[in-house]
């Protein structure tokens, strides 16, 4: 880890304490679709991205270049208290999420290695920590994670899921989470995801980009055990595996 950057631990205590106070906040984390699309046609020409990112023509219906999505990106980026950051030495992993991270200006307060949220996610302590919280579930595993958490985990106090897949969907998924009163919302919706933690915030809420806590939080159960005794690694589907990684051989 990076010296100055949040442990696993300390993110989560940090959490608790922001949680059982009354204040807005927001942790992101960038990985590579997001590096990518805050990028492209900014830092990355559409040329060296076609020949780079074989997903660009459908990742969950968003197709680039998009300036949009851009925009929309950068602005959640820009909310993030927390950032999560990759530190593969590839270019297109923490190399140009640095490139996004100066060049757009983003100044979090605290920074954490991107994947530990998914350690977040396999600590005893965050199921009894927010067991009773209002929580908002959001993603296109809302349901399925809503039902884990309360029968394996005993959450009691989830106060809906909004499904959201498709970046089609986005402001649908917005004003879903304008229907529900909520204290934290944990989110994991890929790169979309971003959006909709940074949204929770900028209404008065917590949001978290938990994303791939969620997938261990299912797998583990499908698996009949906890989160911490589970032995796996989550498994992704195929737009968050080796399919979505820029060729090595696009230059």
Not at 142 to 152: G, I, N, P, Q
Not at 228 to 236: I, L, R, T
Request: net charge neutral; charged share 25%; aromatic share 14%.
């Amino acid at each position: 880890m990076e010296e100055g950057w949040l442990s696993a631990s300390e993110l989560l205590t940090a959490w608790r304490q922001i949680v059982g106070g009354s204040g807005a906040h927001c942790s992101l984390r960038i990985g590579d679709v997001e590096a990518a699309v805050a990028a492209h046609e900014a830092i990355l020409t559409m040329d060296f991205v076609r020949r780079h990112y074989p997903w660009i023509d459908n990742y969950y219906g968003l197709r680039l270049p998009d300036p949009r999505a851009r925009e929309r990106l950068v602005a959640a980026l820009r909310q993030a208290d927390f950032l999560g950051v990759l530190i593969q030495p590839e270019w297109y992993f923490r190399p140009l999420a640095e490139m996004v991270v100066s060049y757009y200006e983003i100044r979090p307060e605290k920074r954490f290695y991107a994947f530990e949220n998914l350690y977040v996610s396999r600590q005893r302590l965050f199921y009894e920590s927010f067991c009773d919280t209002p929580v908002l579930l959001v993603g296109g595993k809302a349901t399925r994670w809503k039902e884990v958490l309360e029968r394996r985990y005993g959450w009691r106090g989830i106060v809906g899921c909004v499904y959201h897949w498709n970046w089609a969907e986005l402001d649908q998924a917005i004003a879903a989470m304008d229907r529900v009163p909520y204290r934290m919302a944990l989110v994991s919706a890929g790169m979309a995801g971003k959006i909709l933690a940074a949204y929770a915030k900028a209404t008065g809420h917590v949001g978290i980009d938990l994303g791939s806590g969620a997938d261990a939080c299912i797998q583990a159960d499908a698996d009949g055990t906890y989160a911490w005794d589970w032995p796996k690694q989550p498994v992704y589907n195929w737009l968050t595996g080796e399919h979505h990684k820029p060729r090595p051989d696009g230059i």
